[in-house]
């Protein structure tokens, strides 16, 4: 089994950055697949980007959105530049062997979300 904790969301005005964590326990993650997904209010919850081998992103975040991971510590980070109001939501992060996808039902290992909230 793997948990799951994300930190790091909070209010931020436009043009704003945070950086999002995800901490893993129970099971080292650096051969997993982590997917970073974004659940905006009466939206479904959609990938923003992932990273296995290499990364992937979301066309609506690539250039503002960076996901790296520690896996020495068992972490991963989503670097967040640039924000703007349609960047709000609940954030997710997920694992799941194999390959990065953006089928939230892929993904074996949820954390409880972090809000993030820009003003614009």
């Known amino acids: 089994q793997v948990q799951l904790v994300e930190s790091g969301g909070g209010l931020v005005q436009a043009g704003g950055s945070l950086r999002l964590s995800c901490v893993a326990s129970?099971?080292?993650?650096?051969?997993?697949?982590m997917g970073w997904f974004l659940q905006a209010p009466g939206k479904e919850r959609e990938i923003v980007g992932g990273i296995w081998w290499d990364t992937w992103y979301a066309d609506s975040v690539k250039g503002r959105f960076t996901i790296s991971r520690d896996k020495s510590r068992n972490l991963v980070y989503l670097q967040m530049n640039n924000l703007n109001p349609e960047d709000s939501g609940v954030y997710y992060c997920?694992?799941?062997?194999?390959?990065?996808?953006?089928?939230?039902?892929?993904?074996?290992?949820w954390g409880q979300g972090t809000q993030v909230t820009v003003s614009s």
């Open positions: 129970g099971r080292m993650i650096s051969t997993y697949s």
């Open positions: 997920a694992a799941r062997t194999g390959g990065i996808s953006n089928r939230p039902a892929l993904y074996n290992y």
